[in-house]
Structures are given as structure tokens and as C-alpha cells.
């Protein structure tokens, strides 16, 4: 009696796991072998911007493609696994060649031809960061001969502002940890990215302040590898459901993302 007991119940839970449980999320098996090939979503993340991975003050990870990535994974029915580089251009690099199968970053047309893009999650205001006692005190105090610019290597920045500024001088720094740093060694004026970064970067540099205004908007989306474009609509069924329930201001709320404004189709 107690042996049919058990295989009862063996049997039970067997179909439980392969009908799924009650309100469990559900995923075409064809979509998540496009997105995960390995059975893994491998979500590229790089420290410091709260539009990718940040740590609260328990330690805790947060961040737009760190918090997505962990919900699509949920979504697919596969583990994560979250892979760390220095600079989002890496990240973009590692997409193309396969290495990495999701991020969130700024859709920008010459990424496009390295990567797919969903629909907009979210826009983030691009902008400056001046330290304590700064004589840039406004945009208009940029453009002028010894003022050094500091941004990020392979960023919207540095393709974007050598046409902008004519004097000022830009400078690459390998990431946002070194840009920090340059800062206190004096040898860089202001950087310049996307706003939520830098309010990051402010917490860190006593007295530092990003200027009013800003100089465009980068639309973040998430970023596939070329060739998994079959999967784009299940991608941005999630991208309006994370929107329209509320889990995306969630996400930007645990992350302390700052700058952010509503996404709009182009």
C-alpha cells in the first residue's frame, strides 16, 4: 500500500514538471534555444552604471540588463549565468562573436550592425559631470582650449562629441572605476555619458555635480546576437510586459537609476 502510495505520488509531480505548475511562465521551447543556445542565458554586465550592474549597500547586484537578464532567464525556463567585462563596448564585442547572448545597452545604429535590437525599454538623458570648485560651470563653459572631456572608450561619447567640441580636448579612459580615479589625479575636467552613470560616479567624488541640460538621449534596448531575430517578438512581449507592470520601475528604483525617461518608438 505504501509503495502505490508512493509512486502516486512520483507520478503526480512528474506531471507537474512536465505540464508546469499553475500561473508558472510559459515559453516556446524553439525561443528559448534561440536566446540561451547552451540552456544558459549568458547576460553581459560591466560594474559601475546602474543601466547595467550596480551593488546596493548590503552588497545586493541590481541594474537594468543585470535585473532583465535574470527575469528573461525566468521566462525562458534556463539558469543565468552573468558575465563581467570592463566597458559596455566589450560587452557589445562578445554579443557579436557569440560569447554573450543578452545586455541592455544604447541602440545605436552602428551597433545595429553588430547586434539586434528589441523595441525601446527605456531612454536615459546623456550629459557632464564637473567636480567640486569646477570652472565649467555650465555647457557654454565646455568648448574651450585646455578643457579636458573625459569619456569612455568604444561609447556614444567619444564617437559623438569630437564633432561637438572643436577646442576642448576629449580623453579615453578604459572605464567608469578609471574615470573616478582620473578625476582625483586631476586629469580630466568633466566626463561625459548617459546621466544615470554619472549621479553613480557624483556619489562617489565629494562635491562633484552633473550639469542641467543634456546633450541627446541614448534609447536602451536589449541586445541579441545577429541571427536570433525569430525571438524578437517573444522579446518585446517582455520588454511591454516589464513596462506596463510596473517591474521595470521597480528595477530602476533598486538600482538608483537617475536620468531615465519614458521609452517611445521611433
Not at 546602474?50 to 532567464?73: C, N, R
Not at 539558469?79 to 566597458?87: A, E, N, T
Not at 536589449?222 to 520601475?249: M, W, Y
Request: hydrophobic share 40%; glycine share 10%; proline share 6%.
Amino acid at each position: 500500500m505504501r509503495t502505490s502510495y508512493g509512486r502516486l505520488v512520483r507520478a503526480v509531480l512528474l506531471a507537474f514538471a512536465v505540464i508546469g505548475l499553475p500561473g508558472a511562465p510559459a515559453c516556446a521551447d524553439g525561443e528559448a534555444k534561440l536566446l540561451a543556445p547552451s540552456g544558459i542565458l549568458r547576460v553581459g554586465i560591466y560594474p559601475g552604471s546602474p543601466t547595467s550592474m550596480v551593488s546596493d549597500a548590503a552588497g545586493k547586484p541590481h541594474g537594468l540588463a543585470y535585473d532583465l537578464g535574470g527575469e528573461l532567464a525566468k521566462r525562458l525556463g534556463v539558469h543565468v549565468d552573468y558575465v563581467r567585462f570592463q566597458r559596455v563596448a566589450d560587452i557589445v564585442t562578445a554579443i557579436h562573436d557569440r560569447q554573450v547572448d543578452f545586455t541592455v545597452t544604447n541602440a545605436t545604429p552602428a551597433r545595429a550592425n553588430d547586434v539586434s535590437f528589441s523595441q525601446p525599454v527605456l531612454a536615459i538623458e546623456l550629459g557632464y559631470l564637473v567636480p567640486a570648485n569646477s570652472p565649467v560651470g555650465k555647457v557654454e563653459d565646455i568648448d574651450k582650449p585646455g578643457i579636458r572631456i573625459g569619456v569612455t572608450k568604444g561609447s556614444t561619447s567619444e564617437r559623438t562629441l569630437p564633432a561637438r567640441f572643436k577646442n576642448a580636448t576629449i580623453v579615453p579612459a578604459e572605464s567608469v572605476k578609471v574615470a573616478v580615479a582620473m578625476f582625483g589625479r586631476g586629469e580630466i575636467d568633466l566626463y561625459a555619458t548617459n546621466k544615470p552613470t554619472l549621479f553613480e560616479m557624483s556619489d562617489q567624488i565629494p562635491g562633484a555635480r552633473v550639469l542641467d541640460g543634456n546633450w541627446g538621449l541614448e534609447h536602451m534596448a536589449i541586445a541579441i546576437p545577429k541571427g536570433r531575430e525569430d525571438a524578437l517578438p517573444l522579446l518585446n512581449s517582455f520588454v511591454t510586459d516589464e513596462q506596463s507592470s510596473g517591474a521595470l520601475d521597480t528595477i530602476q528604483q533598486q538600482a538608483g537609476l537617475r536620468g531615465a525617461a519614458k521609452a517611445t518608438r521611433e
